[in-house]
């Protein structure tokens, strides 16, 4: 059964109460960490490391890729705090559990919220290993976060969508990637509901639709970021090649493999964009 308004802000308050008396009080920058995607977390001055499992009211991370923690502390001398691990509408969460990481940090005090993700690569010119600065978005996930009753309590439901992704976060990242000899594709993403991977047919719709990736994230958690008034930007590592007219087999572990190798230049991204806000 669905909780009430009430019942949602009751939850909420008492997820956040939970984690400042545990010692997470001033984060100014929250970050989501996608699948492969966790060795950002070595590079911060951990002040607390706490397992979703702990946390009251906060959805469980099922998938096994992903370690399911909230972890506090210092990342190029700013308070962070960062989702290892996040949660997707095929893992059975409605789109308010999904979202619920985000609102919680928005609790917390962040403004600016980093997100990555392990996607496909829609756009033939990209190829495996690559990253992606998402400039856009398409929703395929056939609902929205905030479809829901009394959502209204927390900001306006008819979100403005003109500029998901910060704009002057984007062209800084553009000149970071410059700086570092890091090639950095800027494009649309779109995501699906999954597990299961796309179609022949599916890849070649998505073509079609101008995506350049695709993945089965992010797109909730930006949509309740614009809802929150959070400063937003989003960075994609292309693990795999989406060629209908060539399509391979998809091996789960090569794409975590893939993801590790490209996410050290993700960290670089990250960490010089985080000095500057």
């Known amino acids: 059964m669905f909780s009430t308004p009430m019942k949602k802000q009751i939850d909420l308050q008492e997820t956040t109460d939970y984690l400042k008396a545990n010692g997470i009080t001033d984060p100014t920058i929250g970050i989501v ?14 002040e607390k490391e706490i397992a979703y499992s702990e946390i009251p009211n906060f959805p469980q991370a099922t998938v096994e890729f992903h370690s399911g ?22 893992e059975g969460y409605n789109l308010w559990e999904v979202t619920y990481g985000i609102r919680t940090m928005h609790q917390l005090g962040i403004s600016t919220l980093l997100i990555s ?22 929703n395929l996930q056939g609902g929205s976060p905030l479809a829901f009753k009394g959502a209204n309590d927390f900001g306006n439901i008819f979100a403005d969508m003109l500029e998901p992704y910060s704009k002057k976060i984007n062209t800084q990242l553009k000149a970071i990637a410059k700086q570092n000899d890091i090639q950095l594709h800027e494009g649309i993403y779109t995501s699906v509901v999954g597990p299961q991977l796309e179609t022949r047919a599916e890849y070649r719709m998505l073509q079609i639709l101008e995506t350049d990736a695709v993945g089965m994230s992010t797109v909730p958690e930006v ?51 985080i000095k500057t806000i």
């Open 33 to 46: 960490l996608g699948t492969g995607l966790g060795k950002l977390v070595d590079e911060i001055e951990i």
């Open 69 to 90: 923690k909230l972890i506090y502390g210092s990342l190029s001398g700013k308070k962070v705090i960062v989702m290892a691990g996040r949660f997707h509408v095929y």
């Open 117 to 138: 993700n392990a996607a496909g690569a829609i756009n033939l010119n990209y190829k495996k290993g690559d990253l992606m600065l998402i400039d856009d978005h398409i």
């Open 223 to 273: 949509i309740v970021a614009k809802q929150l008034g959070l400063t937003c930007a989003a960075i994609s590592v292309l693990t795999d090649e989406c060629d209908p007219k060539n399509l391979q087999p998809v091996d789960i572990s090569e794409i975590i493999a893939i993801a590790g190798k490209a996410e050290p230049k993700m960290i670089i991204l990250f960490k010089e964009l």
